[in-house]
């Protein structure tokens, strides 16, 4: 995709020069998908909205995530689902919301002033193509262009700019997200077009206080390994792919792809993580660092696995049952690995608790490691505070190279002399 840097900028300012143009709202409708999905994506629409120097009304997500894996679990939810429905509740979008500070946004989609407003959707990924859009400022043009044709004689407008699972098609989104990069904020002289989210994320920790076990005299590290919807299972001389509720089977590790090699975790990546901090450590001193390692861990694997095989989507013999049987047994032990440092903190399981622990963990953190995945990447970008530097690494691409970057982060932080 060509994408060139955002023409005739000194346009914009025309924006400054009619100081009396009317306020246009806009609010955002996202593909219903996993918290960070829909989150990146509603920087997305946003970084859309303010191009056009619109104003933001927030709509509430509407995301829910499952905890209970168990029978009994799975019937108590159902039960809560069909009551909470009934009753027009939906408690955990709010929860989330209210954690992560959205009920502190001062324009809100529920307020009163808003009521007698006409909702207009503008399908964004209808407007966007790769082929006919390649610079910010054709994008900027397509939206306002339709806008412009769909505007009633109401004067009472708030345009909800919307995708829908298309937008994923052939990588679109990820192109669409590469141009938005390629926009100057300063250089627009517009409020930045970036979402800031970091200002009520702090005020919500008012209200809703989180302890996490972070040292705020050390680097803190944030070490995130995702399992449970993408893992690989060595079984008899077979590999079990499972992603989300899809499971595959690969004869052997060369079989997967180069898609496939980024996105699925295995048990291999809780080890190099334990080695880069015995590098760390041994070569700048464990005092300096709290670390917090955190996954969902392997659970939902074997459900989903169990699941398949319940519904006769796969089978597997009775040593290939056996197997799996002892690996469910020893179930998230790989991460005892950690155990033997007083300066780390393991977080594993999918629970309401350990959600908002490490949502908040990922965003106080000054090093993110990560594996597959947007997770923690998404959350620290959004909602770190702004004027505090970090860094993002990718478990197991360059050790050395990790090791430098933290380095950087350390002298930047505290002196401290390096072990030799």
Not at 28 to 39: A, I
Not at 228 to 243: A, E, P, S, W
Not at 244 to 263: A, G, R, V
Request: with cysteine.
């Amino acid at each position: 995709m060509n994408i060139k840097p955002y023409d005739n900028i000194l346009q914009t300012n025309d924006n400054f020069n009619n100081q009396n143009k009317k306020e246009i709202f806009f609010t955002v409708k996202l593909v219903t998908s996993g918290l960070t999905d829909m989150l990146w994506q509603l920087s997305l629409l946003y970084r859309i909205g303010k191009l056009c120097d619109y104003t933001y009304i927030h709509t509430s997500l509407a995301y829910e995530k499952r905890y209970e894996l168990n029978f009994p679990g799975k019937i108590l939810k159902k039960i809560e689902t069909t009551v909470n429905k009934l009753l027009k509740i939906d408690r955990y979008s709010d929860k989330i919301s209210n954690f992560l500070g959205f009920d502190k946004w001062e324009q809100n989609i529920s307020n009163k002033k808003f009521i007698n407003f006409k909702i207009i959707e503008i399908p964004i990924d209808e407007i966007y193509y790769e082929d006919k859009i390649s610079n910010i400022k054709q994008l900027k043009e397509s939206v306002e262009k339709f806008i412009t044709e769909v505007t009633p004689s109401s004067k009472k407008v708030i345009y909800c700019l919307r995708f829908r699972p298309q937008l994923y098609e052939d990588r679109r989104a990820f192109s669409l997200d590469e141009l938005l990069n390629s926009a100057d904020p300063e250089g627009i002289m517009l409020q930045p077009l970036k979402l800031q989210l970091s200002e009520n994320y702090y005020k919500a920790r008012q209200n809703i206080p989180v302890h996490i076990p972070f040292n705020s005299q050390t680097i803190k590290i944030v070490i995130h390994l995702r399992k449970g919807d993408r893992m690989l299972i060595n079984l008899n001389k077979k590999i079990i792919g499972v992603f989300s509720t899809k499971i595959k089977f690969f004869k052997s590790i060369n079989d997967l792809d180069e898609w496939e090699m980024e996105n699925y975790s295995n048990s291999n990546n809780t080890n190099k993580a334990e080695t880069l901090l015995q590098k760390l450590f041994s070569r700048y001193g464990e005092e300096n660092f709290s670390v917090i390692v955190m996954s969902d861990g392997d659970e939902r694997t074997f459900q989903n696995i169990r699941h398949a095989m319940f519904k006769g989507e796969i089978k597997l013999s009775k040593e290939e049952n056996r197997q799996l049987n002892n690996l469910e047994r020893t179930l998230n032990k790989e991460f005892e690995i950690f155990s033997k440092y007083s300066n780390v903190y393991t977080l594993v399981g999918e629970s309401e608790k350990n959600t908002f622990e490490s949502i908040h963990a990922i965003v106080c953190a000054d090093i993110i490691i990560k594996t597959s995945g947007n997770f923690a990447w998404v959350l620290h970008s959004l909602f770190k505070r702004q004027d505090r530097s970090s860094t993002v690494i990718q478990l197991g691409q360059d050790d050395d190279l990790a090791i430098e970057k933290i380095g950087l982060c350390l002298t930047n932080n505290i002196s401290i002399p390096k072990n030799s």
